[in-house]
């Protein structure tokens, strides 16, 4: 079993950055595949982006390519997304999880049934 930890949210102006971080402990990071969702209030929860067991393959939601990016650094077991260009769009409470599964697809790693483990979340607003 693996516990999750996010930070690094917060208020942010649009067209600002954050990153976030999601710090895992109880297993290594490195025997699980990684994804990022979020929440916004009355809306479900969506995929964000996903990392593969080893970070050598990723995924976006179209809505976030090309501005954010996640990686992961196995040796501290902790997973990062950075967000760039930031939208008002963007708010909500983001959430990092864990899947002991391995998948060929993003639309597999895009579902949030797949993964067996999630953290508290950490709130991002983004000001106009």
Same mark, same amino acid.
């Given at each position: 079993?693996?516990?999750?930890?996010?930070?690094? @949210?917060?208020?942010? /102006? $649009?067209? +600002?950055?954050? #990153?976030?971080?999601? *710090? &895992? !402990?109880? %297993?290594?990071?490195?025997?699980?595949?990684? @994804?990022?969702?979020? /929440? $916004?209030? +009355?809306?479900? #929860?969506?995929?964000? *982006? &996903? !990392?593969? %067991?080893?970070?050598?393959?990723?995924?976006?939601?179209?809505?976030?390519?090309?501005?954010?990016?996640?990686?992961?650094?196995? *040796?501290?077991?902790?997973?990062?997304?950075?967000?760039?260009?930031?939208?008002?769009?963007?708010?909500?409470?983001?959430?990092?999880?864990?899947?002991?599964?391995?998948?060929?697809?993003?639309?597999?790693?895009?579902?949030?049934?797949?993964?067996?483990?999630?953290?508290?979340?950490?709130?991002?607003?983004?000001?106009?």
């Amino acid at each position: 079993q693996v516990q999750l930890v996010e930070s690094g @949210g917060g208020l942010v /102006q $649009a067209g +600002g950055s954050l #990153r976030l971080s999601c *710090a &895992a !402990s109880g %297993r290594t990071l490195n025997t699980y595949g990684m @994804g990022w969702f979020r /929440q $916004a209030p +009355g809306k479900e #929860r969506e995929f964000v *982006a &996903a !990392s593969s %067991r080893s970070g050598g393959s990723t995924y976006y939601a179209d809505s976030v390519k090309g501005r954010f990016t996640i990686s992961r650094d196995n *040796a501290k077991n902790t997973v990062y997304l950075q967000m760039n260009s930031l939208k008002p769009e963007d708010a909500a409470v983001y959430y990092c999880a864990a899947t002991p599964n391995y998948y060929s697809s993003g639309y597999l790693y895009s579902d949030s049934g797949a993964y067996d483990y999630w953290g508290q979340g950490t709130q991002v607003t983004v000001s106009s």
